[in-house]
């Protein structure tokens, strides 16, 4: 009763990440794992955020007036207040806060985050936790959000995640507002028509020793003014755009994508000898996203592999084996 509650999708990358930080496109699929916001009210004046999705459970102490002191103000004037905020924020929280930030306003009581998305492992755990914030903190509350709504929606996403991250591009941030799978280049998105059905799956490898933003920086000091590279990761997502009503066909791009990755140095050696094996069987893999350039895990890989069952595979491979579901009808 008076509880309120929001999710948002994690996601995958289907082809195109690196890339896409240089202005080539990427496909990504929401998939079905969610983080959950719920929010019950009380006529306090303080909001308490609880999370378990941000390492150890966190809880989060917002005095509500201070922050919405800060609500509409541009990112200066909140860089000057942030001090004092961050006395009050116990377990200070940049990800909460920059969220809260671009809420129309907060409500009293408590939101507890729940997630089931790895984290960490390139499935966007962080740009849902914005985006089920944000759905609970708008003034609409949980009410379906309007098609008309969304581009305004990605754009806030899009906002919070950069400064979390610094430069990124909008994939999670389009894949969260919009769901299905879906083409980002720069900040157009389109949605693409493929349904993945059978042979499709993925499995964690662990999470990587270097975050996101960490990774990105790397490739960009020994990369960033390799155009042909980049235009060749181009091609690639092209081409897995074009055959995307004839899956069978998607392999080849997969292991076109996974050459140039490797080439990049995002592809940690235990993982690529796995994919390796993964090819020698006649299926294709490829981590999705960042990667790792240090350390053994890669977070997520994607596998296509549409002759074989899941648990033969798994049992040859050695790792568990999920079927992906893409989240079909829209984030929300
Ligand atoms: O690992 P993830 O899910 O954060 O994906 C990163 C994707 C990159 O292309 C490497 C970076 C970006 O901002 O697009």
């Known amino acids: 009763e008076n509880m309120l509650s929001a999710k948002a999708p994690g996601k995958l990358i289907l082809s195109g990440e690196h890339s896409v930080v240089y202005g080539a496109p990427a496909i990504a699929v929401a998939v079905n794992h969610y983080v959950t916001a719920t929010f019950s009210p009380s006529d306090t004046d303080t909001l308490i ?3 378990s999705v941000l390492g150890q459970s966190r809880r989060t102490l917002v005095q509500l007036e201070h922050l919405v002191a800060h609500l509409d103000q541009r990112f200066e ?3 000057l207040g942030e001090l004092a905020v961050q006395d009050v924020l116990q377990t200070p929280h940049d990800l909460l806060y ?3 930030l671009q809420s129309d306003s907060l409500p009293s009581g408590t939101v507890t985050i729940h997630s089931d998305i790895p984290t960490g492992a390139g499935m966007g755990s962080s740009a849902a936790v914005i985006a089920a914030l ?3 903190f708008q003034s609409s509350s949980c009410a379906q959000q309007r098609d008309d709504k969304k581009p305004e929606f990605f754009q806030k996403v899009k906002y919070c995640e950069r400064l979390q991250h610094g430069r990124g591009s909008a994939i ?3 894949a969260v507002t919009y769901g299905g799978v879906l083409k980002v280049q720069a900040d157009k998105v389109t949605p693409l028509p493929l349904e993945l059905g059978d042979g499709w799956y993925h499995f964690h490898t662990g999470t990587p020793c270097c975050s996101t933003g960490e990774t990105v920086a790397a490739v960009r000091a020994k990369f960033s003014h390799r155009t042909d590279l980049w235009q060749q990761f181009a091609k690639i997502t092209q081409a897995f755009e074009a055959n995307i009503k004839q899956p069978s066909r998607l392999g080849s791009a997969m292991r076109a994508n ?6 990049i140095g995002v592809v940690p050696a235990p993982v690529s000898a796995l994919i390796a094996q993964i090819e020698s069987m006649g299926g294709a893999a490829k981590i999705c996203g960042a990667g790792a350039h240090q350390g053994e895990t890669a977070g997520q890989v994607l596998v296509y592999f549409p002759e074989q069952n899941s648990e033969t595979l798994s049992a040859q491979l050695g790792v568990c084996l999920t079927p992906l579901q893409q989240q079909l009808n829209g984030a929300h």
Do not use: N, V
């Not at 996974?258 to 080439?263: A, G, M, W, Y």
């Open 77 to 79: 004037r909140f860089l």
């Open 49 to 51: 955020i609880t999370s």
């Open 98 to 100: 920059y969220t809260a």
């Open 134 to 136: 944000l759905q609970l």
């Open 258 to 263: 996974h050459q140039l990755l490797q080439e």
């Open 172 to 174: 999670d941030a389009a």
